[in-house]
């Protein structure tokens, strides 16, 4: 093979070297991008979800915040709790509840009956704390919304009897129902003499808004996992999978005991 022949080979084999290199070069370019578009991707979705759940729980265009306005007869730390029950009670149901929560209503349906009759026979008394979870976790503002017309009837004295009803009523978890005003109200005419124009009027305007939202905030402040939580004389119980409402019941009576 003549000298000139073994350049030319040589030649060729390093232009298809070169070419290889190149082409590896580019394949690393494009991994690179559509790693890169992948990774900006996954950050605009985070961006989104992040403005979702900033905006969770407010009403389109309209701002929720405004003076804090507890219910009549709320107390405890910063009035966020609705007691229903004779004081004298020697035993405290703390029941942490959010009107559009599911295990919420399987909750109230279970044990709704013992309640009452020992709430009625002055050995327990009860005291509700209202929570949005389920709006920041869904979206909308039925729980808020709900929460602040219980509030409202809590004005009236009208408190356990509009609770029953919206358990009672409760629509599907990712229905807002509650969201609207006109549901609450027909709802409230399922409760003797609530559906009254202050009562009315205080649904409509939100009073009970920002109580609601400090009430939500004490509720994530307390390290509590979610809804419902229930706490008798300061223990979960709702956390006892033995926990019946005859267990309940046969507690609280001995504790009235003494």
Known sequence: ??????????????RLAVEREKQKAAERRRRTLIVGASVVCVLGL???IGIVAANAGKDDGEDSAGPVVAPSGARGKDAL??????????????????????????????????????????????????????????GGTGSRNAANAAAC????????AYHDVLFENQPAETDD??????????????????????????????????????????????????????????????????MTPAKLKQMVEEADQG
């Open 177 to 242: 129902a509650f969201a609207e005003n006109d549901r609450l109200l027909t709802l409230a005419a399922k409760v003797q003499g609530l559906d009254t124009p202050a009562f009315r009027t205080c649904v409509e305007k939100g009073t009970h808004n920002s109580w609601v939202a400090k009430s939500h905030e004490a509720f994530q402040k307390g390290g509590f996992t979610g809804t419902p939580t229930v706490l008798l004389n300061g223990k979960n119980i709702y956390q006892d999978q033995t």
């Open 81 to 138: 709790a609705i007691p229903v029950g004779q004081d004298s009670a020697r035993s405290t149901l703390t029941v942490w509840e959010d009107f559009r929560c599911p295990a919420c209503k399987s909750f109230e349906d279970a044990y709704r009956a013992t309640i009452h009759e020992l709430t009625g026979a002055g050995k327990l008394k009860v005291e509700y704390h209202l929570v949005t979870l389920i709006d920041g976790n869904m």
């Open 1 to 14: 093979m003549s000298e000139k022949n073994r350049e030319g080979k040589r030649t060729a084999r390093e």
């Open 153 to 160: 009837a809590q004005d009236v004295g009208k408190y356990p």
């Open 46 to 48: 985070a961006a989104v």
